[in-house]
């Protein structure tokens, strides 16, 4: 079973930087995408970013710039980092991992991020 563990989050003003760090119980495979989604209050999930375990990366609408996601291949984890932070990006945050190999889909428990104005 794979778990995934977040750490980060919390109350920053509007223009504060965040860091966000999701692990995994396991190695990651060579096919697996590892991201970060969000999902505000009435509003459907989003993916913020995802990386590739070669580096790949791709972002939601609008976030490039301003968030950056890595990896750690060796410690089996990745991070968001936030910066610029604005109101509008306050949401519950959840780390995920696709599995293609075993066509798995693994979410975090999610954390709160709060921008404040």
């Known amino acids: 079973q794979v778990q995934l563990v977040e750490s980060g989050g919390g109350l920053v003003q509007a223009g504060g930087s965040l860091r966000l760090s999701c692990a995994t119980s396991g190695s990651i495979f060579s096919s697996d995408v590892m991201g970060w989604y969000r999902q505000a209050p009435g509003k459907q999930r989003e993916l913020v970013a995802s990386?590739?375990?070669?580096?790949?990366?791709f972002y939601g609408d609008s976030l490039k710039g301003r968030f950056a996601i890595s990896g750690d291949n060796a410690k089996n984890t990745w991070s968001l980092q936030m910066n610029s932070l604005k109101p509008e990006d306050t949401a519950v945050y959840y780390c995920?991992?696709?599995?293609?190999?075993?066509?798995?889909?693994?979410w975090g428990q999610g954390t709160q991020v709060t921008v404040s104005s």
């Open positions: 995920n991992l696709r599995r293609p190999q075993w066509s798995g889909v693994y």
């Open positions: 990386i590739t375990k070669n580096g790949g990366t």
